[in-house]
């Protein structure tokens, strides 16, 4: 991950195209990952996290002038991310005409027949728990979690208090150890 100073200088060499095309191609390096993986643990299957992974990076390149530098430019895509997400397991939904809870239960079904996942029994056991929570808590779990984010960052990513990522991560965890303690 970039310090703040190089995230600067990104968002500086961006705003201002100067060698943006340059810039842009090491914000992607720096961030693919992490963000690949973000995506991964909300859409569950490898080609769709790609396909929302593209558009992401496509609206962080066309709205960067928009970014105002009030949060990390770490922060600020994560948002897109998560939004460009939520806004694919909807589309999906609706036109496989299921419900919120129906879609996230249909997401992790499709989890043991993705060539890409490589987890256990235990680790898909995990993804139906986390189908199971409400998406508020289910998106601070994951970044919590998997990503490792610290609250403060999982604040500003999602737009709320650091107070209430805390509420929704005990919550989380507690809903997960009983789901796992009945399966």
């Not at 680790?123 to 808590?137: F, V």
């Not at 994951?142 to 709320?160: H, P, S």
Request: proline letters at 1%; glycine letters at 2%; aromatic letters at 12%.
């Amino acid at each position: 991950m970039a310090t703040r100073q190089e995230e600067d200088i990104l968002v500086a060499q961006l705003q201002k195209g100067e060698r943006k095309e340059e810039a842009f191609s090491k914000l992607v390096a720096l961030y693919k990952e992490r963000l690949y993986w973000h995506v991964r643990n909300m859409v569950k299957n490898h080609e769709d996290a790609n396909d929302v992974l593209q558009n992401t990076f496509i609206k962080i390149f066309r709205y960067i002038h928009n970014f105002k530098g009030d949060s990390k430019l770490y922060s600020w895509m994560y948002r897109i991310a998560t939004n460009e997400s939520i806004t694919f397991i909807n589309k999906k939904a609706k036109r496989l005409q299921l419900s919120s809870q129906e879609m996230q239960d249909y997401l992790v079904n499709n989890l043991e027949s993705d060539v890409y996942f490589e987890g256990d029994k235990i680790q898909l056991a995990l993804h139906k728990a986390l189908a199971k929570l409400p998406e508020k808590q289910r998106q601070v779990f994951n970044m919590k979690y998997f990503q490792d984010l610290k609250y403060k960052e999982i604040a500003e990513i999602l737009e709320v208090s650091e107070g209430a990522c805390k509420s929704n991560y005990h919550h989380a965890t507690k809903k997960i150890e009983e789901y796992l303690k009945e399966a």
